[in-house]
């Protein structure tokens, strides 16, 4: 199984940064993108960013262009989300995820593993 440890959340001030860490292990040689995604209370988990393999293919929402990046290290097998200029609407719990898409993975259908999720708060 694969299995992914999520670490970076906390509260900001709006302005501030913030940068998620997802540990991914286990059985992961067939599991190729990475993503991020965010749920509001009431509302659905949303799409956030996502990489392929390589780290040289990303694909942002449209509201955290340019704002937020992501990355990775397949030597240390862990994905990053590093998130400047934050504001309260990006206030959510976010969820790291793995696929089996080669390719960038946008939705979560592609997306079979999970982290535990972290709580990103932004203050104003």
């Known amino acids: 199984q694969v299995q992914l440890v999520q670490s970076g959340g906390g509260l900001v001030q709006a302005g501030g940064s913030l940068r998620l860490s997802c540990v991914v292990s286990g059985r992961t040689s067939r599991h190729y993108a990475a993503g991020w995604f965010r749920q509001a209370p009431g509302k659905e988990r949303e799409f956030v960013a996502a990489?392929?393999?390589?780290?040289?293919?990303?694909y942002y929402v449209d509201s955290v262009k340019g704002r937020f990046t992501i990355s990775r290290d397949n030597i240390k097998n862990t994905v990053y989300l590093q998130m400047n200029s934050l504001k309260p609407e990006d206030t959510a719990v976010y969820y790291c995820?793995?696929?089996?898409?080669?390719?960038?993975?946008?939705?979560?259908?592609?997306?079979?593993?999970w982290g535990q999720g972290t709580q990103v708060t932004v203050s104003s």
């Open positions: 995820a793995s696929s089996t898409i080669m390719g960038v993975a946008t939705t979560r259908g592609e997306y079979d593993y």
């Open positions: 990489v392929a393999w390589s780290g040289d293919s990303t």
